[in-house]
T-cell receptor
Framework: EPEVTQTPSHQVTQMGQEVILRCVPISNHLYFYWYRQILGQKVEFLVSFYNNEISEKSEIFDDQFSVERPDGSNFTLKIRSTKLEDSAMYFC????????????FGPGTRLTVT | QQQVKQSPQSLIVQKGGISIINCAYENTAFDYFPWYQQFPGKGPALLIAIRPDVSEKKEGRFTISFNKSAKQFSLHIMDSQPGDSATYFCAAPASGSARQLTFGSGTQLTVLP
C-alpha cells in the first residue's frame, strides 16, 4: 500500500541553524501539506502546496519557513533560523485531489532545537 | 477560523466496552469529517470518515454518527480492545481548494485488559 515517507525521523539542531525536512508523498497525489504537533498538543496546519505553489498557509508559517518540491517526488520544509519553540513533530501529508478529501500522513520528523 | 471542539480529553474503558468521543464544529461549510488514530511516536492514521449527506457510517467496530442540526459528530468504538489504546483526533477540512485540516484537541483512550 502506498505511503508517505519522511526523513530524517529525528533531527537535533542548534538554535539559529537551518534545517530541511524531507517528505516523499504518495505518487499520484496532487496536494501536499505540512503540519506540526508540539508534544502533547493537537496537530496544527502549517502550509499546503499545489501545482508547484503554496495554496494556503497558517499564521505559524512565517518568513522563516519555506517549502519546495525540487523534483517530481520530494517535498521539503525548510526552517531558516530555528528557534527553541520550533521543537515539535513535523508531519507531511498528501491528498489525491478533487473530491478525494482523504489526507494521508507520514510518520513524522521529530525536530529538537537546543 | 474554523473551530473543532473535541471531548473528552481522556477516556478509560474496560475491554469489551464502548468508547464514545464527541466533536462539535462551528463552520457549516464543513463537508467531510474524518477521524484519525495516533499511536505514540507515529503519524495520524486515517481511521474512518463521513460525508454529511449520511447520518452514520460503520466500518467494523468503528462507527461515526453525524448530527447536522447540532453540528456534532462522534466516534463510537464497539467492543473496545487494548490495541485501540491511542489518541483519537477528529478533524474537518477548510472550505478552500486546499482542504487543509483543522484538528480537534485529541482524546487519549486507554482500554484496560
Amino acid at each position: 500500500e502506498p505511503e508517505v515517507t519522511q526523513t530524517p525521523s529525528h533531527q537535533v539542531t542548534q538554535m539559529g541553524q537551518e534545517v530541511i525536512l524531507r517528505c516523499v508523498p504518495i505518487s499520484n497525489h496532487l496536494y501536499f501539506y505540512w503540519y506540526r504537533q508540539i508534544l502533547g498538543q493537537k496537530v496544527e496546519f502549517l502550509v499546503s502546496f499545489y501545482n508547484n505553489e503554496i495554496s494556503e498557509k497558517s499564521e505559524i508559517f512565517d518568513d522563516q519557513f519555506s517549502v519546495e518540491r525540487p523534483d517530481g517526488s520530494n517535498f521539503t520544509l525548510k526552517i531558516r533560523s530555528t528557534k527553541l519553540e520550533d521543537s515539535a513533530m513535523y508531519f507531511c501529508a498528501s491528498r489525491r485531489g478533487g473530491e478525494a478529501y482523504e489526507q494521508y500522513f507520514g510518520p513524522g520528523t521529530r525536530l529538537t532545537v537546543t | 477560523q474554523q473551530q473543532v471542539k473535541q471531548s473528552p480529553q481522556s477516556l478509560i474503558v474496560q475491554k469489551g466496552g464502548i468508547s464514545i468521543i464527541n466533536c462539535a464544529y462551528e463552520n457549516t461549510a464543513f463537508d467531510y469529517f474524518p477521524w484519525y488514530q495516533q499511536f505514540p511516536g507515529k503519524g495520524p492514521a486515517l481511521l474512518i470518515a463521513i460525508r454529511p449527506d449520511v447520518s452514520e457510517k460503520k466500518e467494523g467496530r468503528f462507527t461515526i454518527s453525524f448530527n447536522k442540526s447540532a453540528k456534532q459528530f462522534s466516534l463510537h468504538i464497539m467492543d473496545s480492545q487494548p490495541g485501540d489504546s491511542a489518541t483519537y483526533f477528529c478533524a474537518a477540512p477548510a472550505s478552500g481548494s486546499a482542504r487543509q485540516l483543522t484538528f480537534g484537541s485529541g482524546t487519549q483512550l486507554t482500554v484496560l485488559p
